[in-house]
C-alpha cells in the first residue's frame, strides 16, 4: 500500500520577499529532506496550481520544476481551481498504483499577495462559471448564497457559522505555519465588517501565498524506514461548475459522492476519523462538508459546532482543522489541498507538536474546487 | 493491454462561430460516437488546455466538463503548455494502469483566434520561462535561435527547412479537418515573410481553434468490439524551461529521452514505425524530432528532408505528420496532442481515408511543451 513518508510546507502568509517557484524549491527541498531522500531517488512530480497562468503569465511549470530539480524526470501540472493540491496528490497516488514509479513528489503552491485585490478576486472568479462571472459573483458572493440558503433552511444565524472561525483560529494559534495565529472571539467575529451577507471578514479565508509538498512512495523497504501514514484511498467527483444546475445549494454533492467512495475503499466509516481537514474556505463550507461527509447528519451543522466537540482539546474522537484550516492556517489555492495531507501525516506519524491529538489513528482529507464543482476525499491511516 | 477505441476532432481553424466548450461538447460526443458509448459509461476524463485561464479568465474546466457530460465523474485538467493534450493521453492510460477505471476520454481543445494577435502571442509566451519573457523572446523567437544554430552547426539554408512545410501542407490537402487544406511550393516558402529570422510566416504553424477526443480502455472485451489500436507505450521527459540552461540548442534533449523510454517499454525500435506525427510547431521542429527519435542521425535532418521519403506517396516504410501536423492541420494548443494519437488511431485502423498508408501496424506520436521543456512520446500498434 502506498505511504506519504515525507512533509515540508513553507510559511503561510503574505511573504513578499519569495517568487513562487522560490517557495516551490524550498517545499520541494524541505520535502526531500524530510524523507531522507535526493531528487534523483523522486521518479515523478505532480504539482497542483491554479493561478500563475492569469495573475503572471506563467504557465509550463512542469519545465520550470524539471530546472529547480535539475533532472528530467516527468512533472504534471494539475489544475482545478482551489481543488488543485487535492487533485495533485489523488494522481500521484494513481501514478504508484499504476507502477509508473516507486517515489514521488506532490507539490502545491500559490502566489496571491503580489497583486492587487481587485486582480486576485477576478482571478480566483475563473473558478466559476462564465455565467456566474458575467454575473458578477464572486467566491464570497457564491458562498453568501449558500450560506444564506442554509441560514433560512435550518433556522440559524451568523452566531453558528462563527464557531467555525473561532476554533480554526483557536488551531491557527497552535501552527507555526499558520497566516493567523490569534485567537478570535465569537463576539470579535459577529461585529466584523459584511463581505457579502451573511458573510463577514472573519467568515473567509485570507489570500495567502506558500507552498506544500509531500513524498509518496509505494516502496515498502523504504517507508519501513521512515514515519509514515499509509493511503487508504483517495476519491474524485465532480458537480456541475454553475450554482444554478445543482440539486440543491445547501449541501456540497461531490463532496458526498467522493466520501461515500473514499470509505468504501479505505474499509471504515466516519466514525472512524480522527483528525480532519475539510475545507472551510468560508465558514459555511466546514458545516457543509462535515455534513457531506457524513460525520454530522444535514442540517445538524450549524447546532453542532456550537457544542464545540471538534476543538483542539475537547477529548472528543474527532478533531477538525487542526492546521487552523482555510480560515486561519491561510489559503495560498494550489497549495491547500498538499497541506491537508501534510496535517494529517503529522498528526498520524505524532508528529503535530502542541496541537497533537492523542490516538490519532484515521485522517481525512477533503479538498474543493470553487463552490462545490470538484472535490477530492483521502483517508489515511496508521 | 490499453487501446484506443474511438476518436473525434472537430474542424481546425478560425471557428468564430463555435466557443471553447462548444468545441470539447462536439468533441466528446463525437468520440462517444465513434465509440458507441453513452457517457455513462465513461469511468473519468482527462482535458488538455492551455490557453483559457490567461485569455478568458476560465479555469476549473473539470466541473464545467462535469457539467456538459452530464456525470459525476473524476475530471482531470493537465497543462504542459502546447504538451497539454499528449500529458492528458499519458495520464489517461496511467489512470488505466493503475485500474482506477475501465474506460476514459481524453480531451484537448483550445480557442485561439477570438483574440488580438498581441494578446495570444503574450499568452502563448506563457510556456516560456519569466526570463525569456522579460528579454521579450516570443515562440518564433525561441525557434529561430535554435533554428539559426542547426543551420549553422550543419551547413544548411532555408530550403532545406522549407521542405518540412511542403510535405506537410501536402498532407493537410488531403485532410478534411485541417486547418490548411492547399499545397504550397518550396519556392513559395522561401519567398514569405521573415517572422523571426531565418522562420519565415511558412515555417510557422497557425494559431488555431479546435477540439480533439480520443476513448481508451483497459476493457478486453469491450475494446474487441471496436476498431482499435494498441497503446504499447507513452512516456513523458522535461528538460530545463529556459534554452540558456540545455545542453544544446540543436535538439529536443527531452524528446530523446522520451523517445528511448517509449522503445523500451514498446520493446520495438525506431524502424518498425511506419507512421509518425511530429510536434512541428515550427519547421525545425520536425527535423529536431526526427533526429531525436532516432529516425535520423543528429545533423542529417536537413538533407533527408529534401529526399521527401516521409512524404504520404513516396512508399517508404515511414511517413510523417499524415494529419498535415501542426503546420497545415493547424495547432490548437490543447488539442494537438490528442489529434497526433487519433491520427494514428485512423491510419492503423485504415480509416484514413485519401491519405492512409498502406500496412501501417506502428505509429508514434511525439507531442513537445514550449521550446522542448515537456516531451510526451507515445507508441500505438495493431
Known amino acids: 500500500m502506498n505511504a506519504v513518508i515525507g512533509y515540508y510546507t513553507t510559511q503561510f502568509g503574505e511573504l513578499w520577499e519569495q517568487s513562487l517557484f522560490q517557495l516551490v524549491e524550498e517545499a520541494i527541498h524541505g520535502?526531500?529532506?524530510?524523507?531522507k531522500l535526493d531528487a534523483g531517488q523522486i521518479d515523478a512530480i505532480f504539482y497542483g496550481n491554479m493561478l500563475a497562468g492569469v495573475l503572471d503569465?506563467?504557465?509550463h511549470a512542469p519545465a520550470k520544476i524539471a530546472e529547480i530539480v535539475g533532472h528530467h524526470l516527468p512533472v504534471f501540472r494539475v489544475e482545478s481551481a482551489c481543488a488543485s493540491g487535492g487533485m495533485a496528490f489523488h494522481l500521484a497516488n494513481q501514478y504508484l498504483n499504476a507502477g509508473a514509479g516507486k517515489t514521488v513528489l506532490a507539490i502545491g503552491a500559490e502566489k496571491m499577495t503580489d497583486y492587487s485585490p481587485e486582480q486576485t478576486t477576478r482571478a480566483l472568479a475563473a473558478a466559476a462559471s462564465g455565467e456566474e462571472q458575467e454575473a458578477g459573483l464572486t467566491f464570497p458572493g457564491l458562498y453568501a448564497m449558500m450560506a444564506r440558503s442554509y441560514l433560512d433552511e435550518y433556522n440559524y444565524t451568523e452566531e453558528n457559522l462563527a464557531y467555525v472561525a473561532h476554533k480554526n483560529h483557536?488551531?491557527?494559534?497552535?501552527?507555526?505555519?499558520?497566516?493567523?495565529?490569534?485567537?478570535?472571539?465569537?463576539?470579535s467575529i459577529l461585529k466584523s465588517a459584511y463581505v457579502a451577507h451573511p458573510?463577514?471578514?472573519l467568515d473567509c479565508s485570507p489570500i495567502s501565498d506558500g507552498a506544500s509538498a509531500v513524498v509518496l512512495s509505494a516502496d515498502a523497504q523504504l517507508t519501513k524506514k521512515h514515519k509514515h501514514a499509509q493511503i487508504l484511498s483517495s476519491e474524485v467527483a465532480t458537480d456541475s461548475i454553475s450554482l444554478k444546475h445543482?440539486?440543491?445549494?445547501?449541501?456540497?454533492?461531490?463532496?458526498?459522492?467522493?466520501?461515500?467512495?473514499a470509505f468504501e475503499s479505505a474499509g471504515i466509516s466516519p466514525t472512524d476519523i480522527n483528525v480532519a481537514e475539510l475545507h472551510?474556505?468560508?465558514t459555511i463550507a466546514e458545516l457543509f462538508a462535515m455534513e457531506a461527509i457524513g460525520f454530522w447528519k444535514p442540517g445538524e451543522g450549524g447546532a453542532q459546532i456550537k457544542?464545540?466537540?471538534?476543538k483542539f482539546g475537547s477529548g472528543s474522537s474527532l478533531i477538525v482543522n487542526t492546521s487552523g484550516g482555510l480560515k486561519a492556517a491561510g489559503h495560498p489555492v494550489g497549495a491547500t489541498g498538499i497541506k491537508q495531507i501534510g496535517e494529517l501525516y503529522l498528526q498520524l506519524t505524532g508528529q503535530a507538536d502542541g496541537r497533537q491529538v492523542e490516538k490519532a489513528t484515521y485522517g481525512l482529507a477533503q479538498n474543493v474546487g470553487g463552490s462545490g464543482g470538484t472535490s477530492v476525499v483521502s483517508i489515511l491511516g496508521i
Do not use: M, P
Open 280 to 282: 472551510d474556505c468560508f
Open 307 to 310: 457544542e464545540q466537540s471538534t
Open 31 to 35: 520535502a526531500l529532506t524530510s524523507a
Open 170 to 187: 483557536f488551531h491557527g494559534s497552535l501552527n507555526k505555519k499558520a497566516h493567523f495565529r490569534k485567537e478570535i472571539s465569537v463576539a
Open 57 to 59: 503569465n506563467n504557465l
Open 199 to 201: 458573510l463577514k471578514v
Open 246 to 261: 445543482r440539486k440543491s445549494l445547501t449541501e456540497i454533492y461531490s463532496s458526498k459522492l467522493a466520501a461515500e467512495k
